[in-house]
């Protein structure tokens, strides 16, 4: 039994929409053919000096490729070096000979990917040469430390193996999948809902606005906790420094008076000297009358050119000491100060220097202090009335939330639905009809920006076994075999586009393995698969066939991997049929199996 089922946990009821595998079963047409020039995919494989590999370099083609060969050949070794490329842990057995590094390099082809391109852009990862291609690189020294590079550029494992979660997924016996992360459901339903885009935008939208107009509420909060306290200590600062009329220059004015008054007598008296010496000498000697007489003397002599070129500068020599006999003489009458002056500029000088203490290092910064002092006190006689208005903001924004999330949620609900007929056909081909399987929505304690809604697979292996959350099962045959229809029934929004599975054949026989099989060959049309296998069925399926192989030479183990061409894959095939004394009959009957086992809208 299948079941799309939507439960509201604060109403505590549930709604419970069932779809029997047997009756009414919900089927795809036939898929269209991919373009599979523009599929992301694994083109090449390099793998040097890594357990018992010494140098190989595998090629891959679309649709689906077959690793084969004995057991212990070394089929897993693959598997592990390409989980290594992907971000996997390493360790010191890896590296056969402990005089080189292990390499393991892969090239892929992003074209088709505007998630990964953008990745590679927003990371400075692309290659401007190709950027339609991705270099993944991974090296471990002898000593076990390793190194990872995309496109040659030294990357931390976190950001590989960000990027290669979206290239390639690997189904390993026992392995829990990335398929079956529950934060990945919700993106599931949602590929059956059609058009949601603009939904999903404006739900993530409103939910950002929400977010923000409520952290402003909270800092209105806490400061309207405060806000009486506060304007008062604001109006005493405002006050004190409004009292104080402060002027820009007025500390440099008044150091300089307070300094004047405390050496005005030295500062009078060396006035007087100077008046003496350059204008005022009573015996006719000061400065002054000297270069008038010399002036008179140039003046008789002008007819001669050299004293005529001396009138001009004598007579500015003369203007000059007049006009700083002026300044000296207004200099002393500032120098008259009445009692009292000095006291109340040592006063004023340690009230700014008191303000200075509390609001800034000098008066400009007192000024711009009072400024801010005031905006705050005017944000905080008006923050009452913006505390109610982000109040009503955010009952607003709420109901637009929820409006546009009920929307989302009733469009994901007929979502929920057509993905749990799409696998109740899927384990119908599967052989599993009695495999129990739900999608469950139900409602979220904290709305987010994906909306109000949780999503949930429950899966029975067995008849009468209870329902459990896929996230609660423990791997197996039957899991292999679940994920394996889940992965075709979400062919057009899974979208990672290499799948690798390791053996997911193993135990299988008859029509179980048939449907195996069948429905690998329908994932082929929108994946490129990897699939290491010990059974015919599956290596009949092969558009590129490698066969993995053990050989010793000089004493040495090697492991080897050779590509087959089409008599290569006739005789393995006729291999894992019979095994090596295999006959003319198994001959036929593997031709015979290749052959149907190639549908004409599968790529060649």
């Given at each position: 039994?299948v ?25 795809s047409?036939?898929k ?33 490729n ?17 989980g ?8 010191t ?6 005089h ?6 892969g090239v ?32 471990i020294?002898?000593?076990g ?10 990357v ?33 339903v ?9 939904i ?8 950002q ?13 806490a ?23 402060l ?26 000297r100077?008046?003496?010496l ?38 500015n020599?003369?203007y ?9 003489a ?9 009692p ?37 006190r ?31 949620s ?11 007929q ?148 006739l ?13 003319q ?7 015979e199996?290749?052959?149907?086992a190639q ?5 060649e």
């Amino acid at each position: 039994m299948v079941a799309a089922r939507w439960c509201d946990g604060a109403l505590g009821t549930s709604l419970i929409l069932k779809f029997s595998t047997r009756v009414g079963a919900y089927r795809s047409k036939a898929k269209e053919r991919i373009d599979f020039d523009n599929m992301i995919m694994l083109e090449e494989l390099y793998i040097k000096n890594f357990v018992l590999v010494e140098d190989i370099n595998l090629r891959f083609s679309t649709g689906i490729n077959v690793l084969s060969g004995e057991t212990g050949a070394g089929k897993s070794i693959i598997i592990d070096a390409l989980g290594v490329m992907l971000g996997d842990r390493v360790n010191t057995d890896f590296v056969r000979d402990n005089h080189h590094r292990a390499v393991i390099e892969g090239v892929f082809n992003v074209g088709g990917n505007k998630g990964a391109r953008l990745f590679l852009t927003q990371q400075g990862l692309t290659d401007d040469q190709e950027p339609d291609k991705v270099i993944l690189s991974r090296e471990i020294n002898p000593g076990g430390k390793s190194a990872a590079r995309i496109n040659s550029h030294p990357v931390t494992i976190s950001v590989l193996k960000a990027l290669t979660s979206n290239l390639v997924d690997i189904h390993l016996q026992d392995d829990r999948q990335n398929i079956l992360k529950p934060a990945y459901y919700l993106d599931y339903v949602d590929g059956f809902a059609g058009n949601v885009e603009k939904i999903q935008d404006e739900v993530a939208t409103r939910y950002q606005a929400l977010q923000l107009r409520q952290k402003q509420l909270l800092e209105l909060q806490a400061s309207h906790q405060h806000r009486h306290q506060r304007i008062d200590y604001l109006d005493f600062q405002i006050q004190e420094i409004e009292s104080s009329h402060l002027q820009t220059d007025e500390e440099e004015e008044l150091t300089l008076k307070r300094d004047r008054i405390k050496n005005a007598s030295r500062l009078l008296k060396g006035s007087d000297r100077l008046l003496e010496l350059l204008y005022n000498a009573g015996d006719a000697s000061s400065a002054h009358d000297q270069v008038a007489r010399g002036l008179d003397e140039v003046t008789q002599l002008k007819n001669d050119s050299f004293f005529a070129s001396l009138a001009e500068p004598l007579e500015n020599i003369y203007y000059s000491l007049q006009e700083v006999s002026r300044r000296l003489a207004d200099f002393k009458e500032t120098l008259d100060f009445e009692p009292g002056e000095l006291e109340e500029a040592e006063n004023r000088l340690y009230q700014l220097n008191r303000l200075k203490t509390k609001y800034g290092a000098g008066v400009e910064d007192i000024l711009k202090y009072l400024e801010m002092a005031r905006l705050e006190r005017d944000e905080l006689l008006v923050s009452e009335d913006r505390l109610e208005q982000v109040r009503q903001d955010i009952e607003a924004i709420r109901a637009n939330y929820m409006r546009a999330a009920q929307e989302l949620s009733r469009q994901r609900s007929q979502a929920a639905d057509i993905l749990a007929q799409k696998m109740g056909n899927e384990l119908i081909d599967l052989n599993m009809p009695a495999v129990g399987f739900e999608v469950q929505m139900s409602r979220k304690d904290t709305p987010g920006p994906k909306g109000i809604d949780e999503v949930e697979f429950w899966f029975s292996p067995n008849p009468g076994e209870e329902l459990k959350p896929m996230s609660r099962i423990a791997s197996g045959g039957e899991i292999s075999r679940f994920i394996l229809a889940l992965k075709t029934a979400l062919a057009g929004i899974y979208k990672i586009p290499t799948l690798i599975f390791d053996e997911i054949d193993v135990g299988l026989g008859g029509e179980a393995l048939k449907s195996v099989a069948r429905k690998l060959g329908e994932l082929a049309r929108t994946h490129q698969l990897i699939l290491v296998t010990h059974s015919p069925q599956v290596a009949s399926l092969g558009d590129r066939n490698l066969t993995v192989e053990k050989t010793v030479v000089d004493g040495q183990t090697y492991t080897m991997v050779k590509e087959l061409d089409a008599e290569g894959k006739l005789i393995e095939v006729a291999r894992m049929m019979a095994g090596e004394d295999y006959s003319q009959l198994t001959l036929e009957h593997a031709r015979e199996m290749i052959a149907a086992a190639q549908p004409q809208d599968r790529p060649e």
